[in-house]
């Protein structure tokens, strides 16, 4: 099992930043890829930031966030960040860390954390 522990959220004024921490513990060696998501109200939930384990630590983003949000892990501490910069009214979501464990093993998902930014 993985557990995922996220903070970080809050209240931001818009061009504001504000940086996610997701927590993992477990059997963390199982991990793949360690993502964020979002999902506004009445949205579906969607990818923000996509960060390999396996493929060299490549990275991905949705072009809603490319150059504004940067996706970061630390192996020692089994943590992943998003710094959020230039944050947008449209950024308001419920953000959620999530941990791919391939075919074998079922993905984790984190409690979600509010991001709130005003105009």
């Known amino acids: 099992q993985v557990r995922l522990v996220e903070s970080g959220g809050g209240l931001v004024q818009a061009g504001g930043s504000l940086r996610l921490s997701c927590a993992a513990s477990?059997?963390?060696?199982?991990?793949?890829?360690m993502g964020w998501y979002r999902q506004a109200p009445g949205k579906q939930r969607e990818s923000v930031a996509i960060?390999?384990?396996?493929?060299?630590?490549?990275?991905n983003y949705d072009d809603s966030v490319k150059g504004r949000f940067t996706i970061s892990r630390d192996n020692a501490k089994n943590t992943m960040y998003l710094q959020m910069n230039s944050l947008k009214p449209e950024d308001t979501a419920v953000y959620y860390c999530?941990?791919?464990?391939?075919?074998?093993?079922?993905?984790?998902w984190g409690q979600g954390t509010q991001v709130t930014v005003s105009s």
């Open positions: 960060a390999s384990i396996t493929r060299g630590g490549s990275t």
């Open positions: 477990g059997t963390t060696s199982t991990i793949k890829d």
């Open positions: 999530n941990a791919d464990r391939g075919p074998l093993f079922s993905a984790a």
